[in-house]
């Protein structure tokens, strides 16, 4: 007989209610497949996540806490003892036990610091301070440092013997420094192996590429391409080594800025969202965005009604309007996620409102006459009728210029504004371009209306 798989949330579950050891509990969770461990944190309820964390030791809920989304983990801890989160915290990576307490209240925070040591609360103030989008808001503490007049036996000896001290160098470098950390240069692992044991570090380090802590993610991702590293070192303008920003962070720092502009877009605002949360917090969350939607759909929708008597004369005018607006939405949307991108990476900000829409403005004239013929000739070949295919093809080419236009700057208008572009930009392309579109078809419609019917 094939044989069965036991649910790994059914088995956690169990352990659970069962009130098992935590020792035991920790040798359940460690025998579970990652894939499989992952996916049952997430069908597990809130209280069952939490009690699960509490239960097993604190490196393993910080294996946890590691996999699920900062804004999640978050909610979990604040409603935890202070103690607690703090014991977990200590078992995670300085860059991620900030990103982790950045997204909690200041009271919360303030409560779980004063369960950590006076060094460990040092560090996460200096790097809760920094932006979240910069090179200091993505560096870690991390990384192995040694003075340069360190012999390389003693370094190979030092880190051979203090394994336990390593355990988050995930980048196999050796960071030589000087007085009051002054970064002198770099060295790999592999290095050290083949060097003279007796010669000085300073002398055989390499010359290290270095960023400052305001280097944005535009600058950062450039230089990851420019440079095949594992990662940088941050310095200040002093030259002292103050951290390491990790290629694999900011491929990650994309990523999570990407989902989020994608939920937000989406309607999904307050944070990220997962089926585990409360119903009322999820409804309430995509409630906010789709109410607002009601009023701004109606709003396009009246433009119809001033054009009705020329809607009913026309009837196959009804055929082309989703088409125009959808068509011009898609063109709009594109020139969206281009700005959003921008700057999230920094490479557009408010100022470049003109140079932006400029850009925005050639694209959307040659795409806007494509797709202007390509309809209009599907409307002559359905109907035979030249002026029709004229009103919808150039009501589709100058909505489609419109949206891009539309579509490329608003993000960078709402962002001068304080409003979050990527929850904003949408709702706001959409109305304006079902409005212009429905206004375009049957204003130009009603200008040639006798030669229509």
């Not at 997430?42 to 804004?71: C, K, W």
Request: charged fraction near 25%.
């Amino acid at each position: 007989m094939p044989e069965i798989k036991t649910d790994a949330r059914d088995l956690i579950r169990s352990a659970l209610e069962s009130g098992v050891a935590a020792g035991d509990l920790d040798t359940l969770v460690e025998s579970l497949d990652s894939a499989d461990l992952l996916h049952a944190m997430f069908r597990l309820d809130p209280d069952e996540q939490r009690q699960l964390l509490s239960s097993v030791s604190a490196e393993r809920a910080a294996n946890l806490i590691e996999d699920l989304p900062d804004t999640h983990a978050a909610e979990l801890l604040e409603e935890m003892t202070a103690q607690e989160s703090a014991t977990i915290l200590e078992e995670l990576s300085s860059d991620h036990r900030v990103d982790i307490l950045s997204e909690l209240d200041r009271e919360d925070t303030e409560a779980i610091l004063q369960h950590l040591d006076d060094e460990d609360v040092q560090e996460i103030r200096d790097l809760i301070a920094y932006p979240p989008d910069v090179a200091g808001g993505l560096m870690m503490t991390e990384f192995a440092t040694y003075h340069k007049t360190a012999t390389v036996r003693e370094v190979v000896d030092d880190i051979t013997g203090h394994d336990g001290d390593y355990e988050f160098l995930t980048v196999h470098y050796v960071y030589v420094v000087g007085r009051r950390q002054t970064l002198v240069g770099v060295l790999r692992l592999r290095d050290l192996v083949f060097a003279n044991p007796d010669a000085k570090i300073g002398t055989i380090a390499k010359t290290a590429k270095t960023v400052s802590p305001a280097t944005s993610l535009l600058e950062l991702d450039q230089f990851f391409a420019d440079y095949d590293i594992a990662a940088v070192p941050v310095v200040n303008d002093k030259q002292q080594l103050l951290g390491i920003v990790r290629r694999r962070s900011l491929l990650e720092a994309l990523a999570e800025k990407s989902e989020s502009d994608s939920l937000k877009a989406a309607g999904i605002v307050g944070g990220d969202e997962l089926r585990s949360m409360p119903v009322w917090v999820r409804s309430r969350r995509r409630l906010s965005w789709l109410s607002v939607n009601i009023g701004l759909n109606i709003i396009a929708a009246s433009v119809i009604a001033v054009y009705e008597d020329t809607l009913s004369a026309v009837i196959a005018l009804a055929v082309f309007l989703p088409i125009v607006s959808d068509m011009s939405g898609c063109s709009g949307n594109q020139a969206v996620a281009v700005s959003m991108r921008e700057l999230t990476l920094g490479a557009a900000e408010p100022k470049d409102v003109a140079r932006v829409w400029g850009k925005e403005l050639a694209v959307g004239l040659i795409n806007g006459l494509a797709l202007g013929v390509l309809l209009g000739l599907a409307a002559w070949v359905w109907k035979g009728n030249a002026i029709l295919s004229m009103v919808v093809g150039v009501a589709l080419a100058l909505n489609t210029v419109l949206a891009v236009s539309i579509g490329g700057t608003v993000p960078l208008i709402l962002k001068r504004l304080k409003v979050d572009p990527a929850v904003a930009s949408g709702p706001l392309l959409t109305t304006i371009t079902d409005m212009c579109g429905f206004f375009l078809v049957l204003s130009l419609a009603s200008m040639v209306l006798p030669r229509l019917i």
